[in-house]
């Protein structure tokens, strides 16, 4: 454990911080340059994931919520704005596009500055609480899925603020643990193993805050945009389905179980039903975990890990979210103690977002792997024991 000291995990977040604004200034100033003052060098929007939302606001907001779930009118509008050609389609449910309908009342800059602020700030707080140590937010703002959606404008540090806040106050707060759970429904694929557990630990008020919440997003973004949006919606889905199945999609950025099968030239068929296999067991390991004696740092752990080895649609961008089970995971070991190898594999897995890309290029995708190990890690683990509050471990 040498190696893991205070001074090198003080030093080493720093400098990589340091990279971390150069390249940011970089992009900055490329989009000087530009034509619109909005693209960075390589001719993306800067905050480039972020422009779909913008985009999408921009066009509800005029009256044209179906026009987003519409692709060629939707790349048509987003290129039309930026002057760049950028063919991506828009497939979030219409729960997100009320989410992020208030964002076009300001101009793009404003509203991109505003949006990193404010999810970073949430995504800081809830790692602090998780692990509140003075080196947490250095480890948190140095971690390689930081800086991935950092500078995509993507929503992970969303995501990861509502399911970590959610499951910090589960025992303090049930009601409003459940109403932060339930909002993470606007991405589905990551919200789907959340009932699960809270099924499995018993915990009530929570689960029927967070289906409610769940269902009022869904039953106001249909009172506000109409039925149009959900049935395109569905639509959609079976386009993306047919386009993974083509090989259209970016499938090298898929860090996920089925992801990995299809880039190692697996059928899509035989890709799918392995993944279905996987599903069963990751839910029925879960369960298992969040009913059995076991901390509730390593319940949360082996939610969220759970979560990317569940579901077949997960990219690169996410992994954002690995900070939550790293961060109890890291939490309880400085605190009791570590299990052989595990400091190795949590550095491992803090690692993962920079090694991920480079295992698209070279066609080998082994986080699922990494992700696997960290989970059994968690379940297999001799440190098991009744499970404790949520706030005895986050003071």
Known sequence: MRWLNRERLTVYPRIILVGYILCGAGLV????????????????????????????????????????????EFIAALEAFFK??????????????????????????VSLGLWLAATLTAFLTVLRRIA?????????????????????????????????????????????????????SYKPHLFALVPVALIAARRWRA??????????????????????VWVAFWKN???????????????????????????????FSYALIIQGVVMVLVAAGVGYVWQGRFSFARQAAALVLGTFLFTPYAFSYDLALLALPLAWLGWEGYKTGWL????????????????????????????????AALLILVVKSSKAVVAAAPEAINP
């Not at 760049?84 to 800059?109: D, G, H, S």
């Not at 991935?148 to 106050?169: E, H, I, R, V, Y």
């Not at 992801?259 to 030239?265: D, F, I, K, M, P």
């Open 340 to 371: 052989p190898g595990e400091p190795g594999l949590l550095c491992l897995g803090w690692l993962l977002p920079l090694i991920t890309p480079v295992m698209a290029i070279i066609k080998c995708q082994f986080t699922p792997l990494i992700l």
């Open 29 to 72: 100033l490329s989009a000087a340059y530009s034509k619109t003052g909005l693209t960075d060098f390589l001719d993306r929007p800067l905050g480039a994931d972020f422009s779909h939302y913008w985009i999408a606001s921009f066009l509800a907001q005029a009256g044209h919520p179906l026009t987003v779930y519409q692709a060629p």
């Open 237 to 267: 889905l079976g386009l993306a389905m047919t386009l993974a199945q083509e090989g259209l999609l970016p499938i090298n950025k898929l860090v996920t179980i089925f992801g990995a099968l299809l880039q190692a030239g697996v059928g």
């Open 132 to 184: 509140p140590h003075p080196l947490t937010p250095w480890l948190a703002l140095a971690f390689p899925g930081t800086f991935q959606n950092f500078f995509n404008g993507q929503n992970g540090f969303l995501t990861t603020a509502l399911l970590g806040g959610g499951l910090c106050l589960l025992n303090q707060s049930p009601w409003v643990a459940g109403f932060l759970l339930g909002l993470v």
């Open 207 to 228: 689960l029927l805050a967070a289906l409610v919440t769940a269902m009022l997003l869904a039953g106001a973004s249909f009172l506000l945009f109409g039925p149009g």
């Open 84 to 109: 760049v050609t950028y063919p991506v389609p828009w497939f979030y449910p219409p729960t997100f596009l009320l989410m992020v309908y208030p964002l076009a009342f300001l101009p793009y800059l």
